[in-house]
Antibody, heavy 117, light 110 residues
Framework: EVQLVESGGGLVQPGGSLRLSCAAS????????MFWVRQAPGKGLVWVSRVNPDGTSTTYADSVKGRFTISRDNAKNTLYLQMNSLRAEDTALYYC??????????WGQGTMVTVSS | QSALTQPRSVSGSPGQSVTISCTGT?????????VSWYQQHPGKAPKLMIYGVTKRPSGVPDRFSGSKSDNTASLTISGLQAEDEADYYC??????????FGGGTKLTVL
């Protein structure tokens, strides 16, 4: 079965750090462009970050640049998002997704990150 | 990285057609044929409905179609059904390996 399963979300204080994981199965993870997309409560989807198949190229939305780091371990079929210097506005449901032919065709169920004191 | 512009809401009766617009700029929609559309039901993950402006993934009904003209992409749903009621988001490649989503449109089936 093709699936993505996120984990690692939780409650963190402003300025804190969190690492999200996304376990992939059922498709060739090592050949896939992978992304993080977030959705604040009651709000729309926002692209966060992208990594190429071998992990050598990454890009970020301006809102997280310098604070978040995307990475992957193809041996473990796992995508990561290291989030530092977290702010209240980072509170959201974080989805990992595969992008194929410029469409996000596989999505996880999301992991919730809440930044609050 | 400004969000694409979508109407906040649209509505239609069963059997009718509705069109959701998605307006961008020369940084995204105008210069790239990489617009995609997503359907999201409450509490669920988004689902890819259209990619590459007009392409439909397998399993998506042909009632869903996409198009683009100048700076505006559109999603048309014909023969509206109750289960089409959901939020819809457009997304465009914006160059330099960045992407941008629209703010979302709530579709109500009357």
């Amino acid at each position: 079965e093709v699936q993505l399963v996120e984990s690692g979300g939780g409650l963190v204080q402003p300025g804190g750090s969190l690492r999200l994981s996304c376990a992939a199965s059922g498709f060739t993870f090592s050949g896939s462009w992978m992304f993080w997309v977030r959705q604040a409560p009651g709000k729309g989807l926002v692209w966060v970050s992208r990594v190429n198949p071998d992990g050598t190229s990454t890009t970020y939305a301006d809102s997280v640049k310098g604070r978040f780091t995307i990475s992957r371990d193809n041996a473990k079929n796992t995508l990561y998002l290291q989030m530092n210097s977290l702010r209240a506005e980072d509170t959201a449901l974080y989805y990992c997704a595969r992008n194929r032919e410029y469409g996000f065709d596989i999505w996880g169920q999301g992991t919730m990150v809440t930044v609050s004191s | 990285q400004s969000a694409l512009t979508q109407p906040r809401s649209v509505s239609g009766s069963p059997g009718q057609s509705v069109t959701i617009s998605c307006t961008g700029t020369s940084s995204d929609v105008v210069n790239y044929n990489y617009v995609s559309w997503y359907q999201q039901h409450p509490g669920k993950a988004p689902k890819l409905m259209i990619y590459g402006v007009t392409k439909r993934p397998s399993g998506v009904p042909d009632r869903f179609s996409g198009s683009k003209s100048d700076n505006t992409a559109s999603l048309t749903i014909s023969g509206l059904q109750a289960e089409d009621e959901a939020d819809y988001y457009c997304c465009s490649y914006a160059g330099s390996y960045t992407w941008v989503f629209g703010g979302g449109t709530k579709l109500t089936v009357l």
